[in-house]
């Protein structure tokens, strides 16, 4: 009981920090180490301030700001040189090590009577440190929480830090009467010691920093740094605004910090007084800073976004400046403490964080490091420098004046870097997911490499190549085609003839020409093919019992296609010559056909389309639908049927001929581009819905999406995407269909939480409407998008959400939360939260029964029938397992029906060896029921590798790798296995492109999950 009752308090306590799965142990890392952190920093900053104070005086301020200038600026290069090519927690172990190192050295020379220089020295050390650690703390958080987990834990952490400082301050107010004040530096020593072990420990549990990518090493790398930096200074706005604003806001605070000390030195006398109340004020203000942090940072970024929440900091600043210069006394000098030494702390530094978040990870601590580097220091000078010049008189409004007015100048600054924050989360965000297409320089390397493409015998990659080589540069293509051709195997030659003749390359006709007798009739067919296309004119005499078939029937589409011609072309050939139809098939698949049709060719091309559609191989059954295209005339009823039933075959190229076909299907067509809009392949989703479109008429389609008739996100997307490239959506159009997206976003949203039942029907059915919630979701950023506001960062949050990469993800709904139409952000980012508190009364599966989504439909017909009636239950348990293997995890249920239907089951006994290490491997299989062990057999004999369990998978490298099995799997207890073999998953990937993408995204963060680990060894 008391178990339970201890999970429950500690779920609450998550519910309340605002905690995610798994983020516990992260949170309490960080806090541990920012509070060893913040409470050295506040033993630091008061014996700092008192032995300054007490043995130099207030009067040395000025010069101090000065040359702490010049040290921070020197620090900060080293520190910008290194910092995004070590890792954080490693760079962590030189600043720690390094600063106690000079710690003992200090209290040396406090013990050895030195003179006044080494508590100079100490003051400036404190200074230096405290703006090092606090930039490297920023990074350190940077590269271990996305955008996302920063929101909720950084104020965490910055809490631990509060609670550091109060009891630092705290230890200094009740021992500094019993403990000499100089040996505070040991103790500030030991706790970055003791900060270094904890982050050890830490990261050896948990490995090296996720989000950490390094770069090069050496002197040239070292140069390269700080000359990154400087240029990302230059061009990137985001990072220019926010080192003005820090400009003014380092002149703002110290002209403040020099205003409240001088207070305080003429309030309190001697070290012992300044240093208890030094500690005191610390408790006082790390307290406050501590209730902000955990109970009002957190909400109040989440609420008003980071933008708002980054003018709050400067507004206060503006406050204490008119009271100080109102009130020039203590009272006013402890709000002034209260808003630097806690509303900055709780609000400023965690904002400030964020706003680098936006940069990609490579340019985030360069970008802070050079910020530092150069402008704090510029304004550390400026400000000692014009506070040396204005102390001589008694009077405080010379500085308070230049405080005020560095105050108000880092409010402009901040408005500005709240702008460019946009723009830059938008482009970078955008940069990261889109692959840039880059043309070809005609006389650049790029055409090299293109012909060096072109050494295979791989007809895509050879197609991909030449095409690109011909569009840069045509006489080196030339040049390189007849220098590779003997080369070349005759499915190559066939690839590069299929270029030439659909660029209709002018010089092509020569080289298909000496192609026309070739003994490989594949190839003398595509050869024919191009002449047809690029000089018909140029074939050869076909008369003759020799001339063969292929050549015979392009003579006659050619003489079909003279406007000269006339009469019955004799097509008795057809009727008897196999190879004939195959011939002419074949050419009106390649886009050849004649300028004019005889019935009996009309006659015979049907017959030749009919012979095909009746193969085995899809490849001939995909040539007599694109022959069919170019064939005029209504379709006979028996070759409608067969045209119809590719419809319902796993290649997709199939599935989209036969959509090119619909038109012809008379009243039956809008039916069957229907079922062909909820295909799962885009590219028949689109052809379907252009199809539609061009028949029904664009009105029809635009006012049922207006009115939110068509509740499948995948067909909403497909018919806005064809409705909007012809040019039928306005801006007022896509101003009404926002409304209609966003309410069936909600929709779905709303059906995911409240559906019930631990079944796997409602399990895929929960999970489907989630994804549909995603959908509907990215859609209505493309509709934003298309109406060209704000179009890069939209663009970006779409493309975010898609993405795996948790950063990725984090990016998008930042990106979501700083679009700028207010109306339409609350909506979205209502979208975004977890549906946990979604109102669910009066809501009842039935109300998804109006979708006309074909997926929703099916997964409510199987939850409404009894378990001994429905067959489909057991596709619904696979697909629930199939979901739970990482391989499978970002693919959407609706796609894995497909994976699902094409499992095959295997039974197995105890002890059944499944397959042996070395053997071929062309299977992965899928534990239903049972266990299995793998092993492998190692120096000392046979090593276990694991058992798997229900709903793992084994042997999926195979087939991707094609490699032999690295390891043998045997039975541990009777059980079910689901196979599929690779011929059948290529040609699901093929069909199912999401399929692939989803297995790829997976594959990528094993490899990248792997990199990380090894390099966190090294």
Request: aromatic residues 6%; proline residues 5%.
């Amino acid at each position: 009981m008391s178990h339970g009752t201890s999970a429950v308090t500690v779920g609450g306590l998550d519910r309340v920090l605002m905690l995610g799965r798994g983020e516990r142990a992260l949170a309490r890392h960080l806090a541990l180490v920012f509070g060893l952190v913040g409470m050295g920093m506040a033993l630091g900053r008061a014996s700092a301030g008192a032995l300054f104070l007490d043995r130099i005086g207030y009067a040395g301020l000025p010069i101090m700001y000065a040359l702490l200038g010049v040290v921070v600026a020197l620090c900060s290069l080293a520190y910008a040189a290194w910092s995004d090519r070590m890792l954080p927690e490693r760079l962590f172990r030189w600043l720690f090590s390094g600063l106690a190192g000079l710690l003992v050295l200090n209290w040396l020379g406090m013990r050895a009577a030195a003179g006044a220089w080494v508590f100079s020295a100490y003051f400036l050390l404190y200074e230096t440190a405290s703006e090092l650690l606090l930039v490297h703390l920023g990074h350190y958080v940077a590269h271990n929480l996305d955008t996302g987990q920063a929101k909720r834990i950084a104020p965490l952490a910055l809490a631990g830090m509060q609670t550091g400082t109060i009891v630092g301050g705290l230890f200094l107010l009740g021992l500094v009467r019993t403990l000499e004040l100089q040996h505070v530096l040991l103790a500030w020593a030991a706790l970055l010691l003791a900060a270094l072990a904890v982050m050890g420990r830490h990261h050896r549990g948990a490995g090296p920093s996720p989000l950490f990518r390094p770069e090069g090493m050496g002197t040239e790398a070292w140069r390269a740094q700080v000359g990154a930096g400087l240029r990302l200074l230059r061009h990137e706005p985001l990072v220019r605004w926010a080192s003005l604003a820090l400009f003014c806001m380092v002149v703002a605070f110290y002209v403040l910090s020099y205003s409240v000390y001088r207070v305080y030195a003429q309030s309190f006398g001697g070290e012992a007084q300044l240093a208890r109340f030094f500690g005191g004020l610390s408790a006082a203000t790390a307290g406050v800073a501590l209730l902000l942090q955990v109970f009002v940072s957190g909400r109040i970024i989440e609420r008003l976004g980071i933008r708002r929440v980054n003018l709050l900091f400067p507004v206060t600043t503006l406050v204490s400046f008119a009271l100080m210069l109102g009130f020039y006394a203590w009272p006013a000098a402890l709000v002034a403490s209260f808003n630097k030494d806690a509303v900055m702390p709780a609000f400023r530094n965690p904002v400030r964080n964020l706003f680098f978040d936006a940069l990609p990870p490579g340019q985030q601590g360069r970008a802070r490091a050079m910020s530092v580097m150069i402008f704090l220091p510029l304004a550390l000078s400026a400000c000692g420098s014009l506070l040396w010049a204005v102390q001589a008189t008694e009077e405080v409004r010379p500085f308070l004046g230049l405080g005020l007015a560095a105050a108000l100048g880092y409010l402009l600054f901040n408005l500005r870097m709240n702008r460019a924050y946009v723009q830059t989360l938008g482009h970078h965000l955008v940069a990261r997911l889109r692959t840039p297409q880059h043309p070809v320089e005609p006389d650049g390397e790029a055409a090299g490499l293109l012909e060096q493409g072109l050494d295979t015998n791989e007809p895509g990659l050879l197609r991909v190549h030449l095409r690109a080589l011909l569009g840069a540069q045509p006489e080196r293509a030339r040049r390189a085609i007849e220098a590779r051709w003997v080369q070349w195997s005759p499915v190559a030659q066939r690839a590069v003839l299929d270029v030439l003749a659909g660029l209709r390359v002018s010089w092509a006709a020569e080289t298909a020409r000496r192609l026309v007798t070739h003994p490989d009739r594949e190839l003398r067919t595509t050869a024919l093919r191009c002449l047809l296309r690029t000089g018909p004119e140029r074939l050869p005499d076909a008369t003759g019992e020799a001339a063969p078939p292929e050549l015979r029937v392009a003579v006659l589409l050619a003489r079909m296609c003279s406007e000269a011609s006339g009469g019955e072309a004799d097509c008795s050939m057809f009727a008897c010559d196999g190879r004939a139809r195959r011939a002419l098939r074949a050419f009106l698949a390649g886009a050849a056909p004649p300028g004019r049709w005889s019935g009996a060719l009309r006659t015979a091309a049907l017959g030749a389309v009919s012979e095909a559609l009746q193969a085995p191989r899809s490849y001939t059954r995909l040539e007599g639908l694109r022959a069919l295209v170019y064939v005029p005339g209504w379709l006979p009823r028996h070759l409608q049927a067969q045209v119809e039933r590719q419809l319902f075959e796993c290649d997709a190229r199939l599935r989209e001929a036969v959509v090119r076909l619909a038109p012809r299907f008379g009243t039956h067509a809008s039916e069957l581009l229907r079922v062909a809009l909820a295909d799962g392949h885009p590219g028949v989703r689109r052809a379907a819905a252009r199809q539609l479109v061009a028949l029904e008429g664009a009105s029809v389609w635009v006012e049922r999406l207006v009115h939110g008739r068509v509740t499948a996100p995948r067909a909403a997307d497909a018919l806005m995407e064809v409705l909007r490239y012809e040019g039928e959506l306005d801006a007022g159009q896509l101003e009404h269909l926002l409304d209609p997206v966003l309410d069936q976003a909600q929709h779905m949203k709303t059906a995911a939480a409240c559906l019930r039942g631990a079944s796997a029907v409602h399990a895929v059915l929960r999970r489907s409407c989630a994804q549909r919630t995603r959908a509907w979701l990215r859609l209505a950023l493309r509709i934003m998008a298309w109406r060209g506001r704000e179009t890069t960062l939209l663009e970006a949050a779409r493309l975010g959400l898609d993405s795996p990469d948790p950063r990725s993800r984090a990016g998008a709904e930042e990106a979501i939360g700083n679009v700028e139409e207010r109306q339409y952000a609350r909506r979205l980012r209502a979208l975004l939260e977890p549906g946990s508190g979604t109102p669910c009364t009066g809501w009842s599966p039935a109300r998804l029964e109006a979708s006309d989504d074909a997926w929703l439909a099916c997964c409510l017909g199987v939850l409404d029938a009894r378990e001994e009636e429905s067959p489909m239950l057991q596709l619904f348990e696979r697909i629930r397992v199939l979901h739970g293997m990482d391989l499978f995890a970002d693919v959407d249920e609706e796609d894995l029906r497909h994976v699902a239907l094409w499992l095959e089951p295997l039974g197995c006994s105890a002890g059944q060896c499944v397959f042996r290490e070395g053997e071929p491997g062309d299977r992965m299989y899928v534990i239903e029921r049972g266990r299995v062990l793998l092993e492998r057999k190692g120096p000392g004999g046979v090593v276990e590798l694991g058992r798997l369990g229900p709903g793992h998978a084994f042997g999926e490298m195979n087939l991707l790798d094609g490699l032999p099995r690295s390891a043998t799997a045997r039975m541990l207890e009777d059980g079910m296995l689901l196979t599929m073999h690779r011929d059948r998953l290529h040609a699901l990937i093929q069909s199912y492109p999401r399929i692939g993408i989803g297995m790829l995204r997976a594959l990528s963060v094993r490899l990248r999950q792997t990199t990380e680990r090894i390099g966190g060894d090294h």
